[in-house]
């Protein structure tokens, strides 16, 4: 059974850097099937999609956080991380790494983290 | 981008009722539509992927169809279990990558 789990930081100052890492045990993330990505939720709002990494490193970008977004791979960890600069309390949210299978063109979010708080504030 | 407008954004009905929830994409996304069940505290979870297909594990009252731009979720016999809200989320790649979730609907019970 995959599983991930997210960590890091739960509190971040306005105009630094938030870093999540996320841990992928039950399978490999070098398998060539699935994306890895990273998501959010606002406290009482909805879900919104920020990026994600193939094992190989190639990215994609929610393109409205595109200028503020990384996502970085380790294999031999088996685990990817999540970088977003320059933070305001519009960032704080639930962030949740999750796992896109491939389905033909289509690509459903199949395992889910937990999810993390991460709060912006001074 | 792609928009997805998910209606109603909350119903309350009682247990056994019918319900049925839709979303409409701003543009045709084929069946690249899933739908996703979030209880409150926890991580959403997949139910139904390419419009109509249950995934593994998930119980055949919960249903979805439709291609194209108009998309339905339905529940047949809702259960106390059920208390949740339920997103939609498209996933497009012409001619640009885009991955966008609906506003979610809150189910409670009557």
């Known amino acids: 059974q995959v599983q991930l789990q997210e960590s890091g930081p739960g509190l971040v100052k306005p105009s630094q850097t938030l870093s999540l890492t996320c841990t992928v045990s039950?399978?490999?993330?070098?398998?060539?099937?699935?994306?890895w990505s990273w998501i959010r939720q606002p406290p009482g709002k909805g879900l919104e999609w920020i990026g994600y990494?193939?094992?190989?490193?190639?990215?994609y970008y929610n393109p409205s956080l595109k200028s503020r977004v990384t996502i970085s791979v380790d294999t031999s960890k088996n685990q990817f991380s999540l970088k977003l600069s320059s933070v305001t309390a519009a960032d704080t949210a639930v962030y949740y790494c999750?796992?896109?299978?491939?389905?033909?063109?289509?690509?459903?979010?199949?395992?889910w983290g937990q999810g993390t708080l991460v709060t912006v504030s001074s | 981008d792609i928009q997805m407008t998910q209606s109603p954004s909350s119903l309350s009905a009682s247990v056994g009722d019918r319900v049925t929830i839709t979303c409409q994409a701003s543009?045709?996304?084929?069946?690249?539509l899933n739908w996703y069940q979030q209880k409150p505290g926890k991580a959403p979870k997949l139910l139904i992927y390419?419009?109509?297909n249950l995934e593994t594990g998930v119980p055949s009252r919960f249903s979805g169809s439709g291609s194209g731009t108009d998309f339905t979720f339905t529940i047949s016999s809702l259960q106390p279990e059920d208390i949740a809200t339920y997103y939609c989320?498209?996933?497009?790649?012409?001619?640009?990558?885009?991955?966008?979730f609906g506003g979610g609907t809150k189910v409670e019970i009557k």
């Open positions: 543009q045709d996304i084929s069946n690249y």
């Open positions: 039950g399978g490999s993330i070098s398998s060539g099937d699935y994306y």
């Open positions: 990494i193939y094992y190989s490193g190639s990215t």
């Open positions: 999750a796992r896109q299978r491939r389905d033909g063109y289509n690509y459903p979010f199949d395992y």
């Open positions: 989320q498209q996933y497009d790649n012409l001619p640009l990558l885009s991955i966008t």
């Open positions: 390419d419009a109509s």
